[in-house]
């Protein structure tokens, strides 16, 4: 199941939004259909996600029990919703850095003994086709294609044999990083958390229908030229690995977003000159069996 949030003049609740099941064509909302058959949802998708696994099969045998009619009357077609961020305000922000080995190998860094972590703030998210800000300052604006993991329910000290029970599912993160700011720091906090810079969705792809990650394709085009092109599979730390070690750290909670890093092909890496993002610059990133995440960057003063 595919499930996205978003803006529907067909389909309007009170919160100015709605959550549903994502296909080639159409949006299902889920809470019309629900409303339709006397089956009561969360108003919100982050209170769906905090349901967990209980909500997504509660979601799949509502659809798999309404008739057609009802799933008509329920959906709108795919190009007239407007996709949002699949969590707008998750309680936690956390990324590995250098946890690809194409990625460390074209830095010139150490493999990574244990996972490392860096956070970024909520106000740092966007959607889908949103703009992405360049504050007029930064010079050396780059991306970073992510597969990111969502929590479905608190997670302190769990191992990596049972860390999947606790992931609701996974979309793409858009690490926007201003390198200059990062490596003047040489600590990630500042360059890494401006406004907009971490575009995610389309959609979050549950768990159950992405039963491994293992061996998922990642890419990114700038302007239609190929930039990043590898699999999860170059990973240092899985995304099982990663949820153990974060828990031994913090408390994970539902609705958590973890960003497992990203591939080689970064732009500050590119030889024998290294390509930033300038305003008018297109990024689009594929992940395997999630969708496609697109946005452009927009100059602060035009913004």
Known sequence: ??????????????????????????????????????VKFPPLLTGFISLGANAVEKAEELLETASEKDVANASSPANQATLLAPIAFPPKI???GLNYRDHVSETG???????????KPHTTIIGPNDNIIKPSFVKKLDY?????????????????????????????????SARDIQFKDKQ?????????????????????????????????????????????????FDVYEIVHHLSRVMTLEPCDIIATGTP????????PIPQFLCAGDNVRIEIEKIGVLENTIVDQEHA
């Not at 609740?13 to 064509?25: K, P, S, V």
Request: net charge positive.
């Open 1 to 38: 199941m595919k499930l996205a949030r978003y803006q529907c003049k067909r389909h309007k609740h009170e919160n100015g939004e709605c959550y549903g099941l994502l296909t080639a064509d159409k949006m299902v909302c889920i809470r019309r259909l629900a409303k339709k058959l006397s």
């Open 94 to 96: 956390i990324c590995m």
């Open 109 to 119: 860094a150490t493999i990574p003994e244990e996972p490392v972590i860096f956070m």
């Open 144 to 176: 970073e294609a992510e597969l990111a993991v969502v929590i479905g329910k608190k997670a302190k000290n769990i191992s990596a044999s049972k860390a999947k029970s606790c992931i609701f599912g996974y979309t793409i993160l858009n690490d926007i």
């Open 188 to 236: 990630w906090t500042r360059g890494k958390s401006f406004g907009t810079f971490a575009p995610t969705g389309p959609c979050i792809t549950t768990a159950n229908q992405l039963q491994d990650v293992s061996n998922l394709s990642i890419r990114t085009w700038v302007n239609k030229e190929l930039r990043q092109d590898s699999k999860t599979k170059n990973m240092i």
């Open 264 to 271: 080689s092909g970064v732009g500050f890496a590119m030889k």
